[in-house]
């Protein structure tokens, strides 16, 4: 992989740890990461991000690690944005490095076409919707808009909270 197609990837790994902060993190954090993004701001930019729920992942630790490590999150997230994003694909490395790393969460494939506005979240219907899967018989793949994710998730994350 070139240089150019890994500063590409980390943007858009960047972009989505910057959504999913959002969902995850208490929103105080979120405007002071924002507002420390400056190169002055560097030091106190890297301190902000360890007291994040999301981080991008060790790139060193291979399939150890999904793409996005989100602290209490049952998701592994695999990013692609490519000229031809293959979600399929992506997907199948998605379970392959969850079941490899045993830590029991549910494999999605985050994928964007350069070019293009939307993001697309690729994930197994009997792994985000029991009951759907049911009436959806056949329809082993699901793909839904990345912002309809987003909200799905901090849904779930505020019942969470609630829980606790």
Same mark, same amino acid.
């Given at each position: 992989?070139? *240089?150019?197609? +890994? ?7 960047? @972009?989505? !740890?910057? $959504?999913?902060? +959002? ?8 405007? =002071?990461? =924002? ?5 002055? $701001? +560097? *030091?106190?930019?890297? !301190?902000?991000?360890? =007291? ?10 291979? !399939? ?6 989100? %602290? #209490?999150? $049952?998701? &592994?997230?695999?990013?692609?944005? @490519?000229? %031809?994003? #293959?979600?399929? !694909?992506?997907?199948?490395?998605? =379970?392959? #490095? @969850?079941?490899? *790393? +045993?830590?029991? %969460? &549910?494999?999605? *494939? ?9 993001? %697309?979240?690729?994930?197994?219907? /009997? ?5 759907? /899967?049911? &009436? ?11 912002? #309809? ?7 779930? $994350?505020? /019942? ?5």
């Amino acid at each position: 992989m070139g *240089a150019r197609s +890994r500063r590409k990837g980390k943007s858009f790994e960047g @972009a989505i !740890a910057q $959504d999913m902060r +959002r969902v995850f993190d208490h929103p105080d954090l979120v405007d =002071e990461l =924002e507002s420390t993004t400056g190169v002055k $701001d +560097r *030091a106190e930019h890297k !301190a902000l991000l360890k =007291e994040s729920r999301v981080r991008r992942s060790d790139q060193g630790r291979g !399939a150890m690690e999904p793409d996005l490590v989100i %602290q #209490d999150c $049952d998701c &592994w997230m695999e990013l692609q944005d @490519a000229q %031809q994003p #293959d979600p399929q !694909a992506k997907l199948l490395q998605a =379970e392959s #490095d @969850a079941l490899e *790393a +045993r830590h029991g %969460q &549910w494999p999605v *494939a985050v994928t964007h076409k350069i070019g293009r506005r939307s993001i %697309q979240v690729t994930l197994r219907c /009997a792994v985000f919707l029991e009951e759907v /899967a049911k &009436w959806m018989s056949g329809m082993d793949v699901i793909t839904i808009d990345y912002s #309809d994710f987003l909200d799905a998730l901090s849904e779930r $994350d505020k /019942a969470r909270a609630r829980a606790k």
